[in-house]
């Protein structure tokens, strides 16, 4: 199983009450991260959906904070947090597997306050959304307190079914070095020798993935 980014992450730029993911690619499991940065009673919930975000009374939840439980039916959302905080994170877990009920597992700390005085308030929470039906496609959290979600407030996703980027840099070679100059990666032991072009691997390959041919070469039609 490889982790990697589903969809694009949603950073709020202004004061707003929703942030979705919408191009999310449907995953058997997937983990979502959500900073909330609030003012007043900001409290978190989530919506998914398969073509778009599902408000009817389709979710449930079980929710414990600081050792009290709460539980609720019906729900037009996946309620995680009961209490609002002006600072909260929440790490989600969901299985979204066509044909049965999607769950999700949900852990939050909320700062209660500034400084190391103040303790936070821990919440766990389970719930599902009961469509069985396809996978959910559709991301959104939404804030259902009175107060406001901030800019910089994030919702971003991992997906467990995709293929992670893998991005190979350019060997960084010295720019100035001369003309018939050797050098040896020591992470993958190859050996690279100096043309006047640029650095060369011992059997001829280049070393970057680009090249601008030398006066010779345009003139000539030869690579030296």
Not at 199 to 222: D, V
């Amino acid at each position: 199983m490889a982790w990697a980014k589903n969809g694009t992450p949603h950073t709020l730029t202004g004061t707003a009450d929703q942030m979705d993911i919408t191009d999310i690619t449907a995953n058997k499991f997937n983990t979502i991260l959500v900073g909330g940065i609030g003012t007043g009673d900001s409290r978190l919930a989530t919506r998914v959906g398969v073509s778009s975000a599902d408000s009817g009374a389709n979710y449930s939840e079980t929710n414990n904070e600081n050792g009290t439980e709460n539980s609720g039916a019906n729900r037009t959302y996946f309620y995680h947090l009961y209490n609002g905080y002006n600072l909260q994170f929440t790490v989600m877990y969901a299985m979204n597997v066509s044909g049965y009920e999607k769950l999700f597992i949900a852990e939050t700390s909320q700062a209660n306050g500034a400084g190391a005085g103040s303790s936070q308030t821990r919440t766990d929470a389970v719930g599902k959304w009961v469509t069985t039906s396809g996978q959910w496609a559709k991301l959104q959290m939404i804030n259902y307190g009175s107060g406001d979600l901030l800019t910089g407030s994030n919702l971003s996703a991992l997906g467990s079914d995709l293929t992670p980027q893998i991005i190979t840099p350019a060997v960084p070679f010295a720019e100035n070095a001369q003309v018939g100059s050797r050098a040896e990666i020591t992470d993958t032991r190859k050996m690279y020798h100096r043309d006047d072009v640029d650095f060369k691997e011992e059997n001829g390959n280049e070393a970057t993935n680009y090249r601008s041919a030398s006066w010779y070469e345009q003139l000539s039609g030869e690579t030296p």
